[in-house]
């Protein structure tokens, strides 16, 4: 015999709470209820970090090991480890210290601090060097991460296990550079507001990626994506503080409402002159400075920025601004292209200010 019993108050109360539910009616498609209505409900958070100095929930960091460094990183560190001076590899003690203090300093700012569970045992096809930092590559928008592809071999195949961890976490996937795009993602799209970004081309990535991620920032709200075509390196580094534009974000950052830090001899003119037409603001590095990463500054939100220590005159420049600076010591991975941003992933901030608010 069927069990017709009257469903609980509970249940019948959550029934009323499904989207689309009509009683005693086949389900039909949500169309009118979206992926970001959905979200924290069925991923577990509000995943997205779509600004530069919205307040910053949560971060993800990888703490380097030294028993990664393999016998190609030694043999060849010019390679493997990219910067630096010729055949330096970082001091490790003293690299493991400064990240440590690194991560106490987003901690004490109130931010949750997530690490990686990477291990050398889970190298699986991975040419990423240890020495040079395997980099937390993937960019999180709204809704979720953008995988990126790497340019160069010290850097590739860490794009699985990096997707395998934030699915782990919990963390949707919403594309993944493939085919013959490169697009080291975080490192080329710097977003001045939820929504306008710039996208960058470089020894680092290449124009299929830029258009690949194209229509992905748009579903998430980006409105205006201006592209850089940055300077780079050929065969050496005379010229330093040109070849740090790689990453964009190695020569231009948010770091208030409607101000930015830039190192100029890295960027095109056409970009300098789109960020003062939207009415930033821009502080000017030294070139020898931008060499010590000052372009490479990471907000907790606006007006709180931090910055490695050695770089007296963008930091006066900031503080005469209002901008509140936490330095860093990063001697052990500064000279070797890895400022604060290339060692934190943000996984959930705020949006931040609008530029056209």
Not at 145 to 152: D, N
Not at 252 to 261: Q, W
């Amino acid at each position: 015999m069927v069990d017709v019993r009257k469903p609980e108050t509970d249940v019948a109360d959550r029934l009323k709470k499904i989207p689309g539910y009509q009683p005693g009616m086949p389900a039909h498609r949500m169309d009118e209820v979206t992926f970001m209505d959905e979200l924290e409900l069925m991923w577990g958070r509000k995943w997205g970090a779509q600004s530069s100095i919205g307040e910053l929930r949560t971060v993800l960091v990888h703490r380097p090991r030294q028993e990664g460094l393999r016998d190609e990183d030694l043999a060849d560190p010019n390679f493997f480890v990219n910067f630096g001076r010729p055949g330096d590899i970082p001091k490790w003690d003293k690299r493991l210290k400064q990240h440590d203090d690194m991560v106490a300093a987003l901690r004490s700012e109130g931010v949750e601090v997530i690490h990686t569970d990477y291990t050398p045992e889970k190298r699986k096809g991975i040419y990423a060097s240890e020495a040079g930092g395997l980099g937390l590559e993937p960019i999180i928008i709204r809704g979720g991460a953008i995988i990126h592809r790497a340019a160069i071999a010290s850097k590739r195949g860490a794009e699985r296990w990096i997707t395998e961890f934030l699915a782990k976490l919990g963390c949707p996937i919403l594309f993944t550079v493939h085919g013959k795009a490169i697009h080291e993602v975080r490192g080329n799209i710097l977003f001045l507001d939820p929504e306008h970004c710039i996208q960058a081309t470089s020894v680092r990535s290449n124009m299929e990626g830029v258009r690949q991620v194209e229509p992905v920032l748009r579903e998430a709200g980006v409105k205006e994506i201006h592209v850089a075509h940055s300077p780079s390196y050929l065969n050496s580094m005379h010229r330093f503080g040109a070849a740090m534009g790689f990453h964009i974000v190695n020569v231009l950052n948010m770091v208030d409402e409607k101000l930015a830090v830039c190192y100029p001899g890295a960027l095109p003119y056409d970009t300098l002159a789109y960020l003062r037409r939207l009415g930033l603001r821009l502080i000017e590095i030294p070139e020898e400075e931008a060499v010590n990463q000052a372009g490479n500054t990471f907000c907790i939100r606006p007006g709180v920025t931090l910055m490695a220590a050695g770089n007296p005159v963008t930091t006066a420049a900031l503080r005469r601004e209002g901008v509140r600076v936490i330095e860093i010591d990063l001697s052990e991975s500064a000279p070797f292209g890895s400022g604060p941003l290339c060692q934190i992933g943000p996984l959930v901030r705020d949006d931040g200010p609008y530029l056209n608010s």
